[in-house]
């Protein structure tokens, strides 16, 4: 079959091949990011936040234990702050840094680095060959190893697996494709019960590593509630889409539950956490079996089952709305308020997609990445879909789509999610084109220019943003914050990071919350604020601090967070922060230091940044 209907296994390229042309462009890839000037192969240090705060956790857990321990102590002194973040990455790191401190001698800390650094790429290749072997059931011959490079391609995907990015999304992304994939295969024999559960799995392994998760499973489960109305005659008595459907939800149940015992002591086993993996997404998947479980005992008629899908639906949907009612909202539902009134709105992952202007418009291509084209491979597939009777799977892909699609629309941060299900579709572009009725070199010319649309115009886009974000910093060479690499090496050479932490290092408020997690590692302070949903309270402190028009308000907050130093560097003062005429920050910036503060002298320190101490009585 040359289209969407199946393929004969001997008519593709075995998967081991396939993995190693992707491994080759993985490295040629990760390795062009890695080398260029501030990369991670260049410089060793960390892309971004995330990463470092995900090092402070690893590192604490090897230092430390506390398998259950939610808080870093390290960030937002004195309690530490509270992480939503769940072990199984921590896990990835902490396995081979172990290695390489056992057998290669490098310190832990090092280790650490390495190990985090290096993973998302490993973990973007081996998404990459999930992708071509998820593909399978789709497209014919190069149909596989297209998915898996457009995947590897897809610019949000590798922006957030390019080295020194120590992230949970590529993870998610590589348990979305297995899901996937395994999804495909039940829905293409209903009697593939071992697919199903493996789908399941997956999708529970993903609310267990983020209930971001939460984009894969719903729309999987609803592929296959769609599949059983669709069935019409079939599936009666019992079993069909129906119980291939029950298997995914009950799969992803016992790896949700898998998820709490790991994560919680006992007695937390019934936290009914929003944005970490909880007994309510157990609840999800469970709630999910028992509709597919009475769906199976309906009659046949397609009418007759999309009402009944239908009511069903609704009735598990409100009693979860019951229990848990702000389930809708997931991890946002966990945040404090002063992080969503402050903070999150200026987060540019969290913000939307928009096409006001130009640069708008290659960031929204940039972020959609091979989406267009999946939906074009989608439309022109569909009839041969239709007609080899195997409607459910591109059905299933589509709503994957659509919900992963709208969610990156509203918030840029899941357009690696996205790639997932345009990769898949996208690839069966130039199979198409290959397959058209139409002399030979039309046909090539044609596969070029589709591949060309799935990869090439989302490239370009993060090409033209890249050079418009180079051109922006030299023009405005004082828009760097704490976070300036020169700022930061001044300040750990000016008090190195011990060997071990302790409760005794000095705290320090900071006027860039983003540089917290960097300092908080490179240096011997503990810095009191970290850019998380759950640590309002440590950057609301900040703001007042650096706000205050009256020294009382700031020193009183200093003296509850136990902090002895301020650090303020040049650049726009956060969103959230007061500025002007009368603020400490204003004040401090124009020489007008108040007597409760002393100005240290800190070699190689560049301009603009002054480091103060407070005057203890």
């Known amino acids: 079959m040359t289209t969407g209907g199946g393929t004969a296994p001997e008519a593709l390229l075995p998967l081991p091949v396939i993995a190693v042309f992707l ?14 000037p501030g990369g991670f192969l260049a410089t060793g240090a960390l892309a971004d936040t995330d990463s470092w705060t995900r090092s402070l956790r690893v590192l604490a857990l090897w230092q430390d234990g506390g398998w259950f321990e ?29 290695g390489l401190h056992g057998l290669g001698g490098l310190p832990r800390a090092q280790a650490v680095l390495v190990a985090g650094g290096l993973l998302c790429p490993v973990l973007h290749w081996l998404a990459a060959v999930a992708a071509a072997w998820a593909a399978r059931p789709l497209w014919p011959r190069l149909g596989p190893p297209m998915a898996g490079l457009l995947l590897l391609l897809a610019p949000p995907a590798l922006s957030y697996a390019a080295p020194g990015r120590s992230d949970h999304h590529t993870l998610i992304l590589l348990a979305g494709v297995l899901a996937l994939g395994a999804a495909l295969r039940a829905l293409r024999d209903p009697a593939d019960a071992r ?26 489960l609803a ?22 459907g029950r298997r995914v939800a009950l799969g992803m149940a016992a790896m949700a539950a898998l998820g709490v015992v790991a994560e919680y002591p006992p007695a937390a086993w019934l936290s009914g956490a929003y944005d970490k993996v909880s007994e309510q997404h157990v609840a999800i998947a469970l709630l999910a079996a028992v509709v597919f479980a009475l769906a199976g005992r309906i009659r046949p008629g397609a009418v007759r089952r999309l009402v009944a899908g239908a009511v069903l639906g609704a009735g598990a949907l409100g009693i979860l709305l019951l229990l848990y009612p702000r389930a809708l909202q997931a991890s946002i539902a966990g945040a404090d308020a002063d992080a969503v009134a402050q903070f999150l709105p200026a987060v540019k992952e969290m913000q939307a997609l928009g096409l006001g ?22 439309v022109l597939a569909w ?25 990156t629309w509203r918030h840029q941060r899941f357009g690696a999610d996205l790639a997932a299900p345009a990769a898949l579709l996208a690839a069966g572009l130039p199979v198409l084109a290959l397959a058209a009725p139409w002399p030979a070199l039309p046909r090539v010319v044609a596969a070029l220019g589709a591949l060309g649309l799935a990869a090439g115009l989302p490239l370009l886009g993060g090409a033209r943003l890249g050079a418009a974000a180079t051109a922006a910093a030299e023009a405005d060479p004082d828009a760097g914050r704490c976070g300036d690499p020169a700022i930061i090496a001044a300040l750990a050479r000016f008090r190195p990071a011990p060997e071990r932490w302790s409760a005794e290092d000095p705290v320090l408020v900071a006027n860039d919350t983003n540089a917290g997690p960097e300092l908080a590692w490179r240096s011997g302070f503990r810095p009191v604020a ?8 440590a950057m609301a402190d900040t703001y007042t601090v650096f706000g205050a028009t009256e020294d009382g308000a700031a020193r009183a907050v200093l003296a509850r967070r136990g902090a002895t130093w301020l650090l303020l560097c040049p650049g726009t003062p956060e969103p959230g922060q007061p500025r002007g005429p009368g603020t400490l920050a204003e004040r401090l910036a124009q020489g007008a230091v108040p007597g409760w503060l002393d100005p240290v002298a800190v070699p190689d320190l560049p301009a603009g940044a002054r480091l103060f101490r407070l005057r203890l009585p």
């Open 23 to 36: 491994l080759l462009a993985a490295l040629v890839l990760h390795a062009g990011f890695g080398v260029q």
């Open 70 to 98: 939610e808080t870093l102590p390290r960030l937002a002194p004195p309690d530490g702050l509270s992480l939503h973040w769940t072990r199984p990455l921590d896990i990835l790191i902490l396995l081979p840094a172990m």
């Open 195 to 220: 697919a199903a559960g493996w789908a399941g799995a997956w999708l529970g392994f993903g609310l267990w590593v983020s209930v971001e998760g939460l984009l894969f499973a719903a729309p999987v």
């Open 223 to 244: 592929g296959f509630g769609l599949a059983w109305v669709l069935e019409g005659h079939a599936g009666w008595p019992p079993g069909g889409m129906a119980g291939q």
């Open 357 to 378: 202007d130009a640069a708008a418009r290659w960031n929204a291509l940039f972020m959609l990445g091979p989406a267009p084209a999946g939906l074009s491979a989608l």
């Open 383 to 407: 009839p041969a879909w239709r007609r080899a009777g195997r409607s459910a799977l591109p059905a299933m892909l589509g709503l994957v789509l659509l919900a992963t699609a709208v969610a």
């Open 530 to 537: 970290g850019p998380y949903h759950r640590g309002g309270a």
